[in-house]
């Protein structure tokens, strides 16, 4: 890295050392952005990596909300409003007890970039809370959301800030939220949050989007090597919303997914999981909210709860559970195993030596930057179609969606190319959702 990079990211780490997933985004962005930044020596001149690193604002709160047994427990929770250049705060809410204000942060970054490269006015932002959602009861959940909403709701509107989910924040979630601000405010906010139900202003294909758009971006990888999904093997991690989606996609394209996980385990189907299967998983993770290991006691099939799907040979490799859950030993017996193509369907699910390994394997790797940006793509969508008071097919959403995931491919392939490294999509992804947003600074003067 550069002396100046290297100093802004010192800084980073000075001011809050214990933050290390955060160090970690951080570092990816600022050692891809090298080559923009000495091409163009305006960024260093109005100090944009100074600047993009430190959020404009974080909120965080108390959450006080009642347990079933009637004793008040309480969480903590935030927001972390991290660049408005483009547009305003747009990023999901995490429910999970790993949650910090640090893992937001990495978040938060991550989304500026994100947003930028789907065209559509956004910034920056991410939110969440350590409340975990497993195995508490519908009633604790409303609880929790209520009392999160109760402060959330002076910091967010369709100018200012729009929320999504992310892990532990599904359709349930948004839903007891959206009831919270409406009550509290007496106003729908026009769009507030998306990722709402379709019957009170959410838009078709919203909780499709993620899934459909990481494997539309990997087809659009394979397509630069003459190829495409038909009859490719895949490997999935995570049984959730992303990968539950991203798994139908795959089934729709005519390839087969023969694993899938959860935190505690992986199962192993070499028969493939078929649309039946799917439906059957679903039913097991959103509605009983089960193991994924019933998915083998019922169709007799393998399940571990050592090791990962990547062990597997697999022509296609989507992580769509969460960050760091493929380490350097894992990217290795997939590069050795012949992967064409690891699409990040989670947020950083890579280690830094597994991305290595994939760049100088010259694999084809689609970092979640670009690869899972088809959710908050269709959330853009869910705010345009709000604002107009009416809605989209489900075929025109998913048509529109199909083409910001072209146009982030062309853009991130296109920038790899300009920058000498074509095909290297961590590079080309980070500069061209970066131009656009220092650009964006730079107009608004150094306040903004
Ligand atoms: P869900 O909560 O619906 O599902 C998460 C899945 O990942 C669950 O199967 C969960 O298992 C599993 N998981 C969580 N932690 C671990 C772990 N430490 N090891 C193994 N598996 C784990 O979340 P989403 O599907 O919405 O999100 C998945 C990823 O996709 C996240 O990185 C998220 O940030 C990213 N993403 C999501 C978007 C969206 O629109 N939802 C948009 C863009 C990115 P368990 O049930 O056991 O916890």
Known sequence: MDSYSESVYNKVVEKDPGQKVFHQA???????????????PKYKENAILERIVEPERIIQFRV???????????????RVQFNSAIGPYKGGLRFHPTVTQGMLKFLGFEQI????????PMGGGKGGSDFDPKGKTDAEVESFCHNFMLELYRHIGQF?????????????EIGYLYGAFRKLTNDHGTCVLTGKGPLYGGSLVRPEATGYGTVYFVEEMLKTQKQDMKGKTVCVSGSGNVAQFATEKCIDLGANVIALSDSSGWIHDPDGIDREKLAWIKELKNVRRGRIKEYAEHFNVSYSSDGSPWSLKCDVALPCATQNEVDGAEAKALVDNDV???GEGANMPCVPEAIEIFLESKILYGPGKAANAGGVSVSGLEMAQNSMRYFWTREEVDNRLHEIMRNIHASAYKTSEMFGDKGNYVLGANIAGFLKVADAMIEQGYTA
């Open 340 to 342: 064409l193509a690891v």
């Open 26 to 40: 951080v570092l990816e962005v600022l050692e891809t952005l090298e080559p923009a930044i000495q091409k163009f």
């Open 64 to 78: 006080p909300w009642l347990g079933k047994d009637g004793k008040i427990q309480v969480n903590r929770g935030y």
């Open 113 to 120: 970039f994100k947003n930028s490269l789907t065209g559509l």
């Open 160 to 172: 200012i800030d729009i929320p999504a989910g992310d892990i532990g924040v599904g359709g349930r």
